[in-house]
């Protein structure tokens, strides 16, 4: 069993507003993108578990494409509040590379 | 012929700064007009709270003579969206102060819009009354009273205002809280260039060279009636196809679809083409028209807070740091509840930075740090009570130990008084859309002939 970040080339998680948080799974190859696609340890449901967020709040993006898959969900804690650690959420993607695919 | 339009967007926000060398490649481009941003939510609710901006002075002041003075000699106006940081009024007029100060320090003159969007809790709460605010996905729950408690409330301009300040005759637009896009899509719409196209292409902009191979060399967007180019003007960049299509992933929850007052686009059946030279041309963006409503955005105090600081390389204590935290954390609350402190007026949280401070997951098993920073982070009422729920807390994490039956350690504080007080602490409260009929209603311009 692959872990994430033995598959991805590159990602990141950001604020998308004050919000919402955004992470973006970059794929150097179709396989490895749709291994991940078509991975069930990839799913709102895991996320749900990672991120301690509602299943039903998360929303995942397939492109193809650009063999990209972003994740968007609602913040658990605001932005700059005062149990918040990560003002732009840039490192809150570390949480889900060891997530088995 | 073809309707154009060439937009210079030398910064991701002004006060960030662009190479030289980029800047005078841009400028030889032609370009029709120059336009930035200059601010985000991004920083977190301090700045909006306080109305105050990131960038220094001296920052802004750089990059602002620097476009300012390149633009009259080119003959062509200026837009800048989001003043300040937060877009505050105050933001505007600070950077309206700087804008005037470089015209007479080159000793040249200008016709100055200022856009102003910064909203009253008054005329908040009656359009709220009217049923029409609406949360965003995700928005904390409104009542009338939380206009109330946010010490600036801004809506975020859409192109509209540029435009009505453009065709005025002014020469330097400043704009408060404006979307990162609108203060780029005005001209070239203005100028008759196919919507779908701006509005994609000022996305693809908005943080300047981000969407490029050389970040501080902003970015170049030829504009017309069927697409958009783009390219670096840095000797140092390019631009590629994947580069472009996935800007559109960024700090945006919705990789596809951009929702701009009163328009959406969709980017399903844009195609990308590298056209060599590392330019790229963007085609088949398609717009659908929608209600006209702005975003509001609001900030206001949010209690004050107390922060100590200190150093650990203990053995036992690294061995397991989270058994030391909370044994020290029940110890010390409940010397914290026989003062009497009541624990509805504080609250607390420690994070052992070097462990697992920034996002609480679980560390590998049997991961033993060489040091660790515990940091208490106190947010009280009063400054005074967070100060002091943190003095209770000094002499334990100075001495609490592993093991009470051998003699007491000392930890290491980085300074004296471990106690430092961070001042008020900000909350954003309002995620919110406004219905509006017409684009300008909460925008109010003032000219400046300068």
């Given amino acids: 069993m692959a872990k994430i970040k033995e598959l991805v080339s590159y990602v990141r998680s950001k604020n998308a507003g004050p919000f919402w948080l955004t992470m973006d799974l970059f794929f150097d190859s179709k396989d490895k993108y749709m291994t991940l696609a078509n991975s069930p340890g990839f799913t709102r449901q895991t996320l749900s578990e990672v991120f301690d967020v509602k299943a039903e709040n998360i929303k995942i993006f397939y492109l193809p494409d650009l063999k990209v898959v972003k994740v968007s969900f609602p913040r658990k804690v605001i932005q700059g509040s005062p149990y918040d650690t990560d003002m732009h959420g840039g490192q809150q993607y570390v949480s889900v590379l060891d997530l088995e695919l | ?450």
């Fill in chain 2, 1 to 450: 012929m073809m309707k154009k339009c060439k937009v210079f967007v030398p910064f991701g926000a002004l006060g960030g700064g662009i190479r030289q060398e980029a800047f005078q490649n841009a400028m030889r481009l032609k370009p029709d007009i120059i336009s930035t941003d200059a601010g985000s939510t991004d920083s977190g609710p301090y700045y909006l709270g306080t109305g105050k901006g990131k960038y220094a002075r001296k920052a802004v002041q750089r990059d602002m003579e620097l476009i300012l003075t390149a633009a009259h000699e080119a003959g062509i106006p200026v837009t800048i969206g989001t003043a300040g940081t937060c877009g505050s009024d105050s933001g505007v007029d600070e950077f309206a102060e700087i804008a005037v100060e470089i015209a007479r320090k080159h000793g040249f003159s200008m016709k100055l819009a200022k856009i102003y969007t910064e909203q009253s809790p008054e005329e908040m709460k009656s359009r709220f009354a009217a049923g029409k605010i609406h949360p965003m996905e995700g928005a904390p729950k409104i009542s009338p009273e939380t206009f109330d408690t946010c010490s600036h409330i801004v809506a975020l301009a859409g192109m509209e205002p540029f435009k009505e300040a453009l065709s005025n005759g002014a020469d330097v637009v400043i704009c408060g809280r404006a979307t990162d896009t609108a203060v780029i899509a005005a001209f070239p719409l203005m100028k008759g260039c196919d919507p779908a196209a701006t509005w994609h292409a000022a996305k693809t902009a908005e943080c300047g060279g981000v969407c490029t191979t050389d970040v501080e060399g902003g970015v170049f967007l030829t504009i017309d009636e069927t697409g958009f180019t783009v390219e670096s003007p840095s000797p140092e960049g390019s631009c590629s196809a994947f580069g472009i299509s996935a800007h559109l992933l960024y700090e945006n929850a919705d990789p596809v679809c951009l929702t701009e007052p009163g328009i959406v686009i969709d980017t399903s059946k844009s195609v990308y083409t590298e056209l060599g030279d590392g330019k790229v041309r963007v085609e088949g963006t398609t717009i659908e028209y929608r209600p006209y409503t702005m975003k509001l955005e609001g900030s206001g105090p949010a209690g004050f807070q107390t922060v100590s600081i200190v150093g650990i390389q203990d053995r036992d204590v690294m061995k397991d740091p989270m058994t030391w935290i909370r044994t020290m954390q029940d110890y010390v609350q409940k010397k914290l509840d026989a003062f009497g402190l009541d624990r509805s007026r504080y609250s607390y949280s420690i994070r052992p930075y070097g462990y697992n401070a920034v996002t609480g997951t679980a560390v590998p098993k049997g991961f033993v740090p060489n040091e660790l920073a515990i940091m208490l982070l106190v947010t009280a009422e009063t400054q005074e009570l967070a100060t002091q729920v943190a003095k209770v807390f000094n002499p334990y994490l100075l001495h609490f130990p592993v093991h009470p039956e051998r003699p007491m350690p000392s930890f290491a504080f980085p300074f004296s008084p471990i106690e430092c007080e961070r001042g008020q602490l900000y909350s954003f409260r309002l995620y919110h859309l406004v219905e509006l009929d017409d684009p300008l209603e909460l925008c109010r311009i003032v000219y400046e002939e300068v």
